[in-house]
Every structure is written in structure tokens, then in C-alpha cells.
């Protein structure tokens, strides 16, 4: 069965050519030219991964995340213009997965579809066959079969790096993880130089755990970060 990808993008030239490349690899393509639109595909079809660009008029790409992030998990790669560093991070901070720069080499846009899949779909189903037990570290639960985090009687939304993340850590409190470890585990990828990805998701775990950045999760300078 092929995934379908929902391209959101307001220039039409861009909509072309990723629709082109996306059928060529055996996608199901469905395109929207805002936000709004977006949304409304989403709400009413079933869409495995969105590509999702931010500078479109009506409601913008930022937005657009926040408002799926509230209902859904599925991947959200942005595609942008921006590329300063911090509109990558403010993008990552929001929900997005990966974040592509225009212009960009179509066959890139597609690896990273792929590889996002990938990550999401092929390797959380084997998580799921393999995993039984519930991951415990003081009061907090991590149901590998749902991908669940519970705090107390709290449910703590994950996002599929986050739970991977997570996961490491909760099935080696107090082990001290490099960043490369980390990465590797939470992105299924080779680690790169730029670490604005692990500090992004870091902060957004310490946030959803606790008000105190360092109450579970600690940095060991010049090594790491460990669960206590």
C-alpha cells in the first residue's frame, strides 16, 4: 500500500514538481495551497506525512503545525525560504520532524520523505512487535506497545523523536548518553556537527516532564545528558 503525502505550498511551481518526483517514487500525492486548505485535507483524508511550507498567505506554515500537533503525531517536514538558524529551531520546536531549505534538489525532498517514514512507521511497527513490558523510572510510565508517557495519572504528548528519546533513557536511568547516541537513536540517522536538533529536543522533554529543567533530565558537561 503507498503512503500519501500532502504537500502544502502556495507557489504552484513548487506543488508541480514535488507532486512529479513523489509519484515517480510511488507516493500518493494530494496538494494544498494554504494552510487552511491543509487542514481541512487532514481532517477528512488519510495522510501519512506532510511536506509544509511556512510564508503562505491566510494562515502560515507555523500555525498550520501547531494546529496539527493538537490532534496528530503523523510527520511534518518543512520545506522554507527561511534558513537562519533560528527559524529551523523555532520549527522543530513547534512539532516539525525535519526542515528542508529552498531551493532545494527535488530527490532530496524525497529521501527525506522516505527516511521520515521510515523512522515512523517502519521502525515504531517493530517496536511494537518486540516490546511488552511498561518502562518505569520513578513516577513516570512509558508504554512501549502505545508509545505512551504517563506522569502520576498526567498524559504527556510525545512526538516520535521525543519517544524514542525517551525510550533510551528510561531503559538506562542514570546512563550518561553523548549527543551522538542520542541523535542516533532518536533519529535513526548519522549524527551531525549541528546539535540544535538534540538541544531543541531536550528542552522541549525537560518542559513536558517538569517545571524544573533538571529534575529528570540532567547535563553531564562535557559528556551528555542522563535520566535521574
Known amino acids: 500500500m503507498a503512503y500519501t503525502i500532502l504537500t502544502a505550498d502556495d507557489e504552484a511551481e513548487i506543488r508541480d514538481i514535488l507532486h512529479?518526483?513523489?509519484?515517480q517514487a510511488g507516493f500518493n500525492v494530494i496538494e494544498a495551497e494554504n494552510g487552511v486548505e491543509a487542514l481541512?485535507?487532514?481532517?477528512?483524508?488519510?495522510?501519512?506525512?506532510?511536506?509544509?511550507?511556512?510564508?503562505?498567505?491566510?494562515?502560515?506554515?507555523y500555525r498550520t503545525l501547531k494546529k496539527i500537533r493538537e490532534t496528530s503525531n503523523i510527520p511534518v517536514i518543512i520545506i522554507s525560504?527561511?534558513?537562519?538558524?533560528?527559524?529551523?529551531?523555532?520549527?522543530?520546536?513547534?512539532?516539525?520532524?525535519?526542515?528542508i531549505t529552498k531551493p532545494f534538489q527535488p530527490m532530496e525532498a524525497v529521501a527525506r520523505v522516505k527516511s521520515n517514514l521510515r523512522r515512523f512507521y517502519s521502525l515504531g511497527a517493530q517496536v511494537q512487535e518486540t516490546a511488552k513490558e511498561t518502562l518505569k523510572v520513578r513516577d513516570l510510565e512509558l508504554d512501549v506497545d502505545t508509545?505512551?508517557?504517563?506522569?502520576?495519572?498526567?498524559?504527556?504528548?510525545?512526538?516520535?523523536?521525543?519517544?524514542?528519546?525517551?525510550?533510551?533513557?528510561?531503559?538506562?536511568?542514570?546512563?550518561?548518553?553523548?549527543?551522538?547516541?542520542?541523535?542516533e537513536a532518536g533519529w535513526d540517522d548519522d549524527f551531525y556537527v549541528s546539535d540544535n536538533n538534540i538541544m531543541v529536543c531536550i528542552s522541549k522533554l525537560r518542559g513536558k516532564l517538569s517545571d524544573d529543567p533538571n529534575e529528570y533530565i540532567k547535563t553531564i558537561r562535557g559528556l551528555g545528558y542522563r535520566l535521574q
Not at 512529479?20 to 509519484?23: K, N, R, V
Not at 481541512?40 to 506554515?61: E, K, R
Request: hydrophobic share 40%; charged share 25%; glycine share 8%.
Open 20 to 23: 512529479l518526483y513523489l509519484e
Open 40 to 61: 481541512n485535507i487532514l481532517a477528512n483524508n488519510h495522510v501519512d506525512l506532510v511536506l509544509l511550507d511556512i510564508m503562505m498567505p491566510g494562515m502560515d506554515g
Open 81 to 99: 525560504a527561511k534558513t537562519g538558524d533560528s527559524d529551523k529551531i523555532l520549527g522543530l520546536d513547534i512539532g516539525s520532524d525535519d526542515y
Open 147 to 183: 508509545c505512551t508517557l504517563t506522569k502520576g495519572e498526567e498524559d504527556i504528548p510525545l512526538t516520535g523523536v521525543e519517544f524514542k528519546v525517551m525510550k533510551l533513557f528510561m531503559e538506562n536511568p542514570r546512563k550518561v548518553f553523548t549527543k551522538q547516541q542520542i541523535y
